[in-house]
């Protein structure tokens, strides 16, 4: 007997998600370095409740080096933003910084946004594994698209990857990533998005047929069996299941 787990959800097209994500990413000249979390929902955010985490150089043992608090009793309010930058950062970097730190990316890193109390990660930008690449992440048909760029997350994208990067990237689906220039910062502490929506009514979602399922590795499965699995629907929602036969 086949046994399905749903254990995530995610209407990746539809407003009112839960979680706040990344939603700009800057591995610029020198020290300027920063990353921004976006606040998506109707409702305020507690950032006591999520860490950012970090590796460098891939995450060796499957484990986080650094898990780095937010200011304490930090309330991200709907559509806002909240940038961390490296302390060394150009002023017109710092100065819009709620806070500051030198654990940012050099381009070959792993960032990821973790929620506390589910210990799930919500976003991730690389891959959580002891994965190294030599100069950066690549997005789309762009190499090493997180260094010496600019990442901010297109306003069609409501919600986190889950920490599937390859939902991200563009493996999956179109990359949730523009690109520009490395030091661009005319967008920073800013973030449009088609997101918010002040009803609070849940939006029901219509599974009516599958498009495609996909591995945690990103690989195309046409009989899902014993593991965990993304299936993409053709109305825009993702469901994540863990599959026991």
Not at 179 to 188: A, E, G, P, R
Request: one cysteine or more.
């Amino acid at each position: 007997m086949k046994k399905i787990l749903i254990i995530a959800l995610i209407p990746i097209f539809v407003n009112g998600q839960q979680h706040p994500f990344f939603s700009e990413y800057g591995e610029g000249t020198s020290f300027n370095k920063w990353i921004e979390i976006y606040n998506p929902t109707p409702n305020d955010i507690n950032l006591d409740d999520y860490r950012y985490n970090f590796c460098w150089n891939g995450c060796d043992n499957m484990e986080w080096e650094f898990s780095i608090a937010f200011d304490s009793s930090f309330i991200l309010q709907s559509g806002e933003t909240y940038v961390i930058s490296h302390s060394d950062a150009i002023n017109l970097i710092t100065d819009v910084a709620n806070q500051t730190t030198n654990i940012l990316s050099n381009g070959n890193d792993v960032c990821g946004l973790l929620h506390i109390n589910t210990n799930s990660v919500v976003d991730i930008i690389g891959v959580f594994d002891s994965t190294t690449v030599s100069d950066g992440w690549d997005i789309g048909g762009t190499l090493n698209a997180t260094e010496n760029h600019t990442l901010i997350r297109n306003p069609s994208v409501c919600n986190g990857n889950m920490g599937n990067w390859s939902i991200s990237n563009g493996s999956i689906l179109n990359p949730e990533w523009t690109i520009y220039s490395s030091d661009d910062i005319n967008n920073l502490n800013t973030h449009f998005s088609n997101c918010i929506n002040t009803n609070t009514q849940n939006i029901p979602i219509l599974n009516t047929k599958i498009s495609s399922i996909y591995n945690l590795l990103g690989q195309n499965i046409n009989e899902p069996i014993n593991g965990i699995f993304i299936y993409i629907y053709e109305d825009g929602s993702i469901e994540k299941k863990v599959m026991i036969e």
